[in-house]
Nanobody
């Protein structure tokens, strides 16, 4: 049984920073793809950033580009989301996700990447709330 546990959420003023962590357990192998999604009240869940763990190719949504960074620490089975220059519109429940084999070849490249699609991810954390006040 694979478990993902997020931590690091909280309340912060606009312009501030938070770092979310997602620690996995119960794996028998390495996850191909890891990702962070978020869901604001009344909105659909949005894939904001993904990481292909075999080659470190990342996807970053335009809404967070230049402000959010995904990274991993394999020794700790942990994925991080560093969030800087936070805005009120970043307020949402943040979820980490992982899948053992959902990466695809990036179009026009020899590299592989992970699509920011819910259906590509088998394992999910319970979520951690991030609230940004103006």
């Amino acid at each position: 049984q694979v478990h993902l546990v997020e931590s690091g959420g909280g309340s912060v003023q606009a312009g501030g920073s938070l770092r979310l962590s997602c620690t996995g357990s119960g794996y028998t192998g390495r996850s191909d793809c890891v990702a962070w999604f978020r869901q604001a009240p009344g909105k659909e869940r949005e894939g904001i950033t993904t990481l292909y763990t075999g080659g470190n190719l990342t996807y970053v949504a335009d809404s967070v580009k230049g402000r959010f960074t995904i990274s991993q620490d394999n020794a700790k089975n942990t994925v991080y989301l560093q969030m800087n220059s936070l805005k009120p519109e970043d307020t949402a429940m943040y979820y980490c996700a992982a899948d053992p084999k959902s990466s695809e070849q990036y179009p026009g490249s020899d590299g592989r990447w992970c699509r920011p699609l819910e259906r590509d991810f088998r394992y999910w954390g319970q979520g951690t709330q991030v609230t940004v006040s103006s």
